[in-house]
Protein backbone atom coordinates (compact mmCIF):
# COMPACT_ATOMS: atom_id res chain seq x y z
CA UNK A 1 0.00 0.00 0.00
CA UNK A 2 2.95 2.05 0.41
CA UNK A 3 4.19 1.87 -2.60
CA UNK A 4 0.69 3.03 -4.69
CA UNK A 5 0.41 6.05 -2.14
CA UNK A 6 3.81 7.30 -3.36
CA UNK A 7 2.26 7.14 -6.93
CA UNK A 8 -1.01 8.55 -6.18
CA UNK A 9 1.05 11.25 -4.46
CA UNK A 10 3.36 11.54 -7.31
CA UNK A 11 0.94 11.98 -9.80
CA UNK A 12 -1.12 14.59 -7.80
CA UNK A 13 2.01 17.13 -7.23
CA UNK A 14 1.88 17.77 -10.65
CA UNK A 15 -1.64 18.28 -10.75
CA UNK A 16 -1.58 20.98 -7.68
CA UNK A 17 1.25 22.76 -9.38
CA UNK A 18 -0.92 23.59 -12.42
CA UNK A 19 -4.11 24.10 -10.71
CA UNK A 20 -2.30 26.88 -8.51
CA UNK A 21 -0.78 28.43 -11.64
CA UNK A 22 -3.68 28.66 -13.08
CA UNK A 23 -5.54 30.49 -9.91
CA UNK A 24 -2.65 32.80 -9.88
CA UNK A 25 -2.88 33.64 -13.70
CA UNK A 26 -6.35 34.30 -13.06
CA UNK A 27 -5.25 36.41 -10.24
CA UNK A 28 -3.17 38.54 -12.12
CA UNK A 29 -5.26 38.27 -15.25
CA UNK A 30 -7.78 41.33 -14.50
CA UNK A 31 -4.80 43.56 -13.82
CA UNK A 32 -2.87 42.46 -16.67
CA UNK A 33 -6.01 43.43 -19.21
CA UNK A 34 -6.49 46.53 -17.65
CA UNK A 35 -2.89 47.39 -18.35
CA UNK A 36 -3.04 46.40 -22.27
CA UNK A 37 -6.18 48.30 -22.34
CA UNK A 38 -5.17 51.25 -21.30
CA UNK A 39 -1.36 51.69 -21.07
CA UNK A 40 0.09 49.16 -24.08
CA UNK A 41 -3.01 49.66 -26.52
CA UNK A 42 -3.03 53.98 -26.22
CA UNK A 43 0.93 54.16 -26.11
CA UNK A 44 1.45 51.46 -29.13
CA UNK A 45 -1.52 54.25 -30.84
CA UNK A 46 0.67 57.22 -30.02
CA UNK A 47 3.64 55.24 -31.86
CA UNK A 48 1.23 54.21 -34.50
CA UNK A 49 -0.20 57.59 -35.62
CA UNK A 50 2.94 59.55 -35.20
CA UNK A 51 4.09 57.67 -38.58
CA UNK A 52 1.06 59.21 -40.41
CA UNK A 53 0.62 61.21 -43.23
CA UNK A 54 -0.16 64.83 -42.22
CA UNK A 55 -1.71 67.78 -44.34
CA UNK A 56 -2.40 71.15 -43.75
CA UNK A 57 -5.63 69.78 -41.84
CA UNK A 58 -6.06 66.42 -42.93
CA UNK A 59 -4.17 63.06 -41.54
CA UNK A 60 -4.01 59.98 -43.64
CA UNK A 61 -2.85 56.13 -42.52
CA UNK A 62 -0.20 56.50 -45.02
CA UNK A 63 3.00 55.52 -43.10
CA UNK A 64 5.62 58.48 -43.33
CA UNK A 65 8.65 60.17 -41.78
CA UNK A 66 7.90 63.22 -42.53
CA UNK A 67 6.42 64.53 -38.74
CA UNK A 68 9.47 63.30 -37.17
CA UNK A 69 11.80 65.21 -39.49
CA UNK A 70 9.93 68.35 -39.35
CA UNK A 71 10.23 68.03 -35.06
CA UNK A 72 14.30 66.86 -35.28
CA UNK A 73 14.66 69.53 -38.30
CA UNK A 74 13.25 72.52 -36.37
CA UNK A 75 15.18 74.98 -34.26
CA UNK A 76 11.89 75.62 -32.10
CA UNK A 77 10.99 72.12 -31.14
CA UNK A 78 14.33 71.22 -30.19
CA UNK A 79 15.01 74.52 -27.97
CA UNK A 80 11.62 73.37 -26.60
CA UNK A 81 13.15 70.06 -25.82
CA UNK A 82 15.89 71.25 -24.05
CA UNK A 83 14.08 74.01 -22.28
CA UNK A 84 12.04 71.12 -21.11
CA UNK A 85 14.92 68.95 -19.70
CA UNK A 86 16.76 72.54 -18.05
CA UNK A 87 13.63 73.35 -16.42
CA UNK A 88 12.65 69.87 -14.96
CA UNK A 89 16.34 69.78 -13.65
CA UNK A 90 16.35 72.88 -11.88
CA UNK A 91 13.28 72.00 -10.25
CA UNK A 92 14.27 68.71 -9.27
CA UNK A 93 17.26 70.40 -7.55
CA UNK A 94 15.02 73.30 -6.19
CA UNK A 95 12.19 70.82 -4.75
CA UNK A 96 15.05 68.54 -3.28
CA UNK A 97 16.96 71.52 -1.52
CA UNK A 98 13.56 73.28 -0.56
CA UNK A 99 11.71 69.72 0.63
CA UNK A 100 14.77 67.43 2.27
CA UNK A 101 14.91 70.19 5.42
CA UNK A 102 11.23 70.35 5.94
CA UNK A 103 10.71 66.53 5.54
CA UNK A 104 13.59 66.33 7.91
CA UNK A 105 12.10 68.30 10.55
CA UNK A 106 8.82 67.03 9.92
CA UNK A 107 9.93 63.22 9.86
CA UNK A 108 12.86 63.22 12.59
CA UNK A 109 12.86 66.19 14.88
CA UNK A 110 8.97 65.98 15.10
CA UNK A 111 8.06 62.50 17.01
CA UNK A 112 4.59 63.45 17.84
CA UNK A 113 2.83 61.49 15.51
CA UNK A 114 -0.36 64.41 15.74
CA UNK A 115 2.16 66.96 15.23
CA UNK A 116 3.17 64.96 11.99
CA UNK A 117 0.43 64.63 10.97
CA UNK A 118 -0.96 68.26 10.96
CA UNK A 119 2.03 69.83 9.46
CA UNK A 120 2.28 67.36 6.48
CA UNK A 121 -1.78 68.41 6.29
CA UNK A 122 -0.49 72.20 6.13
CA UNK A 123 2.04 71.10 3.51
CA UNK A 124 -0.76 69.90 1.27
CA UNK A 125 -3.36 72.66 2.44
CA UNK A 126 -2.78 74.06 -1.45
CA UNK A 127 -4.12 71.38 -2.93
CA UNK A 128 -7.64 72.00 -1.41
CA UNK A 129 -8.02 74.66 -4.52
CA UNK A 130 -7.73 74.32 -7.77
CA UNK A 131 -4.27 73.80 -9.98
CA UNK A 132 -5.28 76.64 -12.41
CA UNK A 133 -6.24 79.55 -8.86
CA UNK A 134 -2.74 77.71 -7.22
CA UNK A 135 -0.64 78.88 -10.76
CA UNK A 136 -2.12 82.35 -11.25
CA UNK A 137 -1.86 83.54 -8.00
CA UNK A 138 1.61 83.72 -8.60
CA UNK A 139 0.91 86.79 -11.06
CA UNK A 140 0.13 89.42 -8.31
CA UNK A 141 2.67 87.60 -6.12
CA UNK A 142 5.92 88.02 -8.98
CA UNK A 143 4.52 91.13 -10.90
CA UNK A 144 6.44 94.66 -11.06
CA UNK A 145 4.14 95.92 -8.63
CA UNK A 146 3.43 92.46 -7.05
CA UNK A 147 3.82 91.51 -2.94
CA UNK A 148 7.65 89.96 -3.43
CA UNK A 149 8.53 93.42 -5.28
CA UNK A 150 6.95 95.63 -2.61
CA UNK A 151 8.63 93.84 0.43
CA UNK A 152 12.02 93.44 -1.69
CA UNK A 153 12.44 98.07 -1.60
CA UNK A 154 10.06 98.13 1.80
CA UNK A 155 12.82 96.82 3.23
CA UNK A 156 16.12 98.36 1.24
CA UNK A 157 16.70 95.55 -0.62
CA UNK A 158 16.05 96.95 -3.82
CA UNK A 159 15.55 100.51 -5.54
CA UNK A 160 13.40 99.80 -8.67
CA UNK A 161 11.22 96.76 -9.06
CA UNK A 162 12.31 93.12 -10.73
CA UNK A 163 11.15 92.52 -13.83
CA UNK A 164 12.46 89.18 -14.56
CA UNK A 165 10.10 88.01 -11.79
CA UNK A 166 7.34 86.97 -14.08
CA UNK A 167 6.78 86.17 -17.67
CA UNK A 168 9.98 84.82 -17.65
CA UNK A 169 11.71 81.07 -17.15
CA UNK A 170 12.24 82.36 -14.12
CA UNK A 171 8.87 82.41 -12.71
CA UNK A 172 8.16 79.15 -14.09
CA UNK A 173 10.75 77.49 -12.13
CA UNK A 174 9.48 79.31 -8.94
CA UNK A 175 5.66 78.00 -9.27
CA UNK A 176 6.77 74.69 -10.22
CA UNK A 177 8.77 74.59 -7.35
CA UNK A 178 6.19 75.60 -5.32
CA UNK A 179 3.32 73.56 -6.51
CA UNK A 180 5.40 70.08 -6.89
CA UNK A 181 7.75 70.76 -3.78
CA UNK A 182 5.12 68.53 -1.14
CA UNK A 183 5.45 65.46 -3.67
CA UNK A 184 9.19 65.61 -2.69
CA UNK A 185 8.30 66.36 1.11
CA UNK A 186 6.19 63.30 1.52
CA UNK A 187 8.33 60.36 0.73
CA UNK A 188 11.02 61.69 2.19
CA UNK A 189 9.19 62.67 5.63
CA UNK A 190 7.56 58.70 5.68
CA UNK A 191 11.19 57.24 5.34
CA UNK A 192 13.21 59.28 8.16
CA UNK A 193 9.36 58.51 10.21
CA UNK A 194 10.80 55.02 9.93
CA UNK A 195 14.39 55.52 10.94
CA UNK A 196 15.02 54.01 14.61
CA UNK A 197 16.40 56.85 16.76
CA UNK A 198 18.14 54.14 18.36
CA UNK A 199 20.49 54.26 15.59
CA UNK A 200 21.27 57.73 15.85
CA UNK A 201 21.75 57.72 20.04
CA UNK A 202 24.61 55.23 19.16
CA UNK A 203 25.46 57.13 16.54
CA UNK A 204 26.10 60.06 18.54
CA UNK A 205 27.24 58.30 22.10
CA UNK A 206 30.45 57.08 19.37
CA UNK A 207 31.54 60.49 18.91
CA UNK A 208 29.20 61.33 15.89
CA UNK A 209 28.47 64.92 14.83
CA UNK A 210 25.28 65.99 13.14
CA UNK A 211 26.60 66.50 9.80
CA UNK A 212 28.19 63.35 9.60
CA UNK A 213 25.45 61.49 10.85
CA UNK A 214 23.31 62.83 7.92
CA UNK A 215 25.91 61.92 5.48
CA UNK A 216 26.29 58.44 6.64
CA UNK A 217 23.34 57.19 8.18
CA UNK A 218 20.42 59.07 7.74
CA UNK A 219 20.77 60.50 4.40
CA UNK A 220 20.85 56.83 2.94
CA UNK A 221 17.93 55.43 4.87
CA UNK A 222 16.31 58.05 3.38
CA UNK A 223 17.32 58.17 -0.10
CA UNK A 224 14.34 55.81 -1.48
CA UNK A 225 11.91 58.69 -0.16
CA UNK A 226 14.13 60.77 -2.64
CA UNK A 227 13.86 58.37 -5.19
CA UNK A 228 10.25 58.49 -5.27
CA UNK A 229 9.61 62.19 -4.66
CA UNK A 230 11.70 62.50 -7.65
CA UNK A 231 9.80 60.09 -9.88
CA UNK A 232 6.76 62.35 -8.75
CA UNK A 233 8.27 65.62 -9.51
CA UNK A 234 9.84 64.54 -12.44
CA UNK A 235 7.13 62.83 -14.34
CA UNK A 236 4.73 65.82 -13.50
CA UNK A 237 7.42 68.72 -13.91
CA UNK A 238 8.01 66.86 -17.89
CA UNK A 239 4.81 67.01 -18.78
CA UNK A 240 3.61 70.41 -17.44
CA UNK A 241 1.91 73.08 -19.76
CA UNK A 242 -0.28 75.24 -17.50
CA UNK A 243 2.48 76.74 -15.37
CA UNK A 244 4.66 77.69 -17.84
CA UNK A 245 1.95 79.34 -20.24
CA UNK A 246 0.20 81.10 -17.26
CA UNK A 247 3.56 82.41 -15.56
CA UNK A 248 6.24 83.05 -18.67
CA UNK A 249 3.29 84.66 -21.41
CA UNK A 250 3.62 81.80 -23.83
CA UNK A 251 7.15 82.75 -23.95
CA UNK A 252 8.72 79.24 -22.43
CA UNK A 253 7.49 76.58 -24.64
CA UNK A 254 7.66 73.25 -23.06
CA UNK A 255 7.07 70.05 -24.96
CA UNK A 256 3.57 70.01 -23.28
CA UNK A 257 3.18 72.96 -24.51
CA UNK A 258 3.34 71.64 -27.89
CA UNK A 259 1.57 68.89 -27.56
CA UNK A 260 -1.33 71.31 -26.77
CA UNK A 261 -0.74 73.78 -29.24
CA UNK A 262 -1.31 71.08 -32.03
CA UNK A 263 -3.69 69.03 -30.83
CA UNK A 264 -5.82 72.12 -31.37
CA UNK A 265 -4.46 72.51 -34.43
CA UNK A 266 -5.42 69.21 -35.29
CA UNK A 267 -2.08 68.16 -36.44
CA UNK A 268 -2.17 64.87 -34.31
CA UNK A 269 1.11 63.05 -36.20
CA UNK A 270 3.50 65.65 -34.61
CA UNK A 271 1.42 65.88 -31.37
CA UNK A 272 2.35 61.94 -31.29
CA UNK A 273 5.99 62.57 -32.09
CA UNK A 274 5.73 64.69 -29.39
CA UNK A 275 3.94 62.46 -26.79
CA UNK A 276 6.56 59.56 -27.43
CA UNK A 277 9.53 61.92 -27.31
CA UNK A 278 7.85 62.47 -23.70
CA UNK A 279 7.34 59.14 -23.18
CA UNK A 280 10.89 58.09 -23.68
CA UNK A 281 12.17 60.63 -21.85
CA UNK A 282 10.09 59.76 -18.79
CA UNK A 283 11.40 56.22 -19.27
CA UNK A 284 14.73 56.72 -19.01
CA UNK A 285 14.33 59.13 -16.23
CA UNK A 286 12.56 56.72 -14.27
CA UNK A 287 14.81 53.65 -15.23
CA UNK A 288 17.69 55.67 -13.79
CA UNK A 289 16.09 56.84 -10.74
CA UNK A 290 15.19 53.21 -9.85
CA UNK A 291 18.77 51.98 -10.49
CA UNK A 292 19.63 54.24 -7.56
CA UNK A 293 18.07 51.47 -5.04
CA UNK A 294 16.04 49.06 -4.89
CA UNK A 295 12.90 50.33 -4.07
CA UNK A 296 11.21 46.58 -3.99
CA UNK A 297 13.62 45.81 -1.22
CA UNK A 298 13.84 49.29 0.84
CA UNK A 299 10.19 50.03 0.84
Known sequence: MSS??????????????RSGALRSYLLIAPSVIWMALFLILPLAMIVYVSFWTQSTFKIEP?????????????????N????????????????????????????LFVRNKTLQTALLVLCVIPFWTSFLIRVIAWRPMLGKEGAINILLMKFGFI????????????SVVIGMTQIYVVFMVGPIAFMLGRIDPNIIEAAR???AGFW???RKIIFPLSLPGVVVGAMFVSVMVLGEFATSAALSG???????????????????????V??????????????????????????
Do not use: C
Not at 62 to 70: A, C, G, N, P, V
Not at 81 to 107: D, E, K, M, N
Not at 275 to 286: D, E, K, R, Y
Open 4 to 17: IEAVVSKTEQPDRG
Open 62 to 78: KLTLDSWQTFFGSDTYL
Open 212 to 214: RIL
Open 159 to 170: HQPIEALLFTEL
Open 205 to 207: DLG
Open 80 to 107: SLWTTIRIWLIVLISTFVLGYPTALFVG
Open 274 to 299: VGVILTVIMGFVIAGLLRIVDLKKEL
Open 250 to 272: RKVNLLGNIVVTQVGSLKWALAS
